[in-house]
């Protein structure tokens, strides 16, 4: 399924806003993180719908890619 572009990058901000937060990232840092992920090229792509997560479930994915890019 394809998501409105608009809604998408509503969708983007909350999840690098909910991931600044809770890993005391500046915004922009989070941010930066964020367009280099794998999450965010899957919901992008729309694979597996992964855009319908909540953003604390996305939140979640983008805090354990950072972990591990350590």
């Known amino acids: 399924m394809r998501a ?4 998408l990058r509503r969708k983007y901000a909350r999840v690098v806003s ?3 937060q ?6 922009d840092d989070a941010l930066r993180l964020f367009y280099g ?3 965010y090229l899957l919901m992008r ?3 597996s719908d ?3 997560m909540s953003d604390g479930y996305l ?9 591990y890019s350590l």
Do not use: I
Request: aromatic share 10%.
């Open 50 to 52: 992964l855009h319908c």
């Open 4 to 7: 409105s572009p608009t809604l």
């Open 22 to 27: 809770e890993t005391g990232l500046s915004y």
């Open 45 to 47: 792509e729309g694979v």
């Open 18 to 20: 909910l991931f600044a």
């Open 59 to 67: 939140s979640d994915e983008l805090k354990h890619e950072y972990r």
């Open 37 to 39: 992920s794998q999450t």
